[in-house]
Nanobody
Framework: VQLQASGGGLVQPGSSLRLSCVAS????????VAWFRQAPGKEREGVAV???????WYSDSAKDRFRVSRDNAKNTAYLQMNNLQADDTAIYYC??????????????????WGQGTQVTVSS
């Protein structure tokens, strides 16, 4: 099983990025796909998750600016990030699992992880 996260980069404040998470040897629509991020010196933080049903949950910092989606035909999940700010700078990871509302932010909920993609927001 492999998850490949991509789409990160260096952008200015106010910019947008779309991250992608492509799965191989795993059918994404059987799982929830979550996005986490980890900034230097900080714990890994849950940003958003989309369940196999299509239900989504977001962190408070993401709910008004980020949107998680999935394309089952492409076996790919996305994180659209708008109005990026400096404190969004982190390595972003995708992960798959079967969380419930009380567990989706807990990294231990997830079975497989992608390698991470760096997002840097700086002027």
């Amino acid at each position: 099983v492999q998850l490949q996260a991509s789409g990160g980069g260096l952008v200015q404040p106010g910019s947008s990025l779309r991250l992608s998470c492509v799965a191989s040897e795993l059918t994404l629509n059987s799982y929830a796909v979550a996005w986490f991020r980890q900034a230097p010196g900080k714990e890994r933080e849950g940003v958003a998750v989309i369940r196999s049903s299509g239900q989504t949950w977001y962190s408070d910092s993401a709910k008004d600016r980020f949107r998680v989606s999935r394309d089952n035909a492409k076996n790919t999940a996305y994180l659209q990030m708008n109005n990026l700010q400096a404190d969004d700078t982190a390595i972003y990871y995708c992960a798959v699992g079967r969380p419930i509302l009380s567990t989706w932010r807990d990294p231990r909920t997830y079975y497989h992880w992608g390698q991470g993609t760096q997002v840097t927001v700086s002027s």
